[in-house]
């Protein structure tokens, strides 16, 4: 969507913080032995609670309240009785719709103790993502945020997943422009317009380029596994610069 007035950027702001304060809950209750069905309860009463919506659940029946993957898995992960372990890397995609607007982020966990590559994969993962958004404003080519965080994979020797895309959001859980990529691609020909909302969420590894859905209709994992990690925010573009909508504070 594009974002028409001060009333609708308020809203969106409502539905990206409740987001973003589910996410930071959720991560703050990850332990070795909680179940990802348990984390998710967690996550369905936070946003219940104020009044919102499960936007997977609303928009594609998804059996869950959230997306929880637990690695090799790295997206669309299904809520179930699996125990957290240390050392374990997690997923964790919260999205929800409240008064008609919808917001979407989402971060990795990793559970200690991991490995010293398993923490930068992390910490680059997050630098990537602001990396993308540094690069948003309008009149400025939709693919350029992908162009900088794939100059930044490669400086860093990181591969990203090519298959999962960042997409428009607000009115909707995915609207236009649909799939906006988070790596370099030199057919994208759309730009960005003042007050466009969408998100970004590169999926940065150790190795993978590709997911493939592993059988249950909607978990996502690399063929070979490779660890992976995704960061995903909600923005909106302004002649400013970029204003992210899901921020906890």
């Not at 919808?102 to 103790?113: K, L, W, Y």
């Not at 466009?196 to 063929?223: H, K, M, Q």
């Amino acid at each position: 969507m594009t974002i028409g007035s001060e009333e609708e950027l308020e809203k969106l702001r409502a539905a990206g913080r409740l987001v973003a304060r589910t996410l930071k809950i959720m991560g703050e209750a990850l332990e070795p032995g909680i179940t990802t069905r348990e984390l998710d309860q967690i996550g369905r009463r936070v946003l219940e609670t104020e009044g919102a919506k499960s936007a997977p659940e609303l928009t594609y029946n998804f059996p869950g309240a959230t997306c929880i993957s637990v690695g090799p898995d790295v997206a669309h992960g299904i809520p179930d009785d699996r125990q957290v372990k240390a050392g374990d890397l997690i997923n964790i995609d919260v999205s929800a719709e409240l008064d008609g607007f919808f917001g979407d982020t989402g971060a990795s966990f990793a559970v200690p103790p991991v490995t010293k590559r398993v923490e930068r994969l992390c910490r680059d993962g997050r630098r990537a993502l602001w990396t993308g958004i540094r690069a948003v404003r309008p009149g400025v080519g939709l693919g350029e945020p992908g162009r900088q965080i794939e100059a930044f994979a490669r400086r860093n020797g990181y591969s990203l997943v090519q298959n999962l895309a960042s997409h428009g959001v607000g009115a909707s859980l995915h609207e236009d422009p649909t799939e906006i990529p988070t790596w370099h691609e030199p057919r994208e020909r759309r730009r960005i317009t003042e007050g466009l909302v969408f998100t970004l969420e590169p999926f940065l590894s150790l190795g993978a380029d590709w997911v493939e859905e592993i059988g249950d209709g909607w978990t996502l994992r690399p063929p070979g596994g490779e660890p992976t990690v995704q960061y995903e925010h909600t923005l909106v573009a302004t002649r400013n610069g970029p204003v992210v909508m899901t921020l906890a504070d």
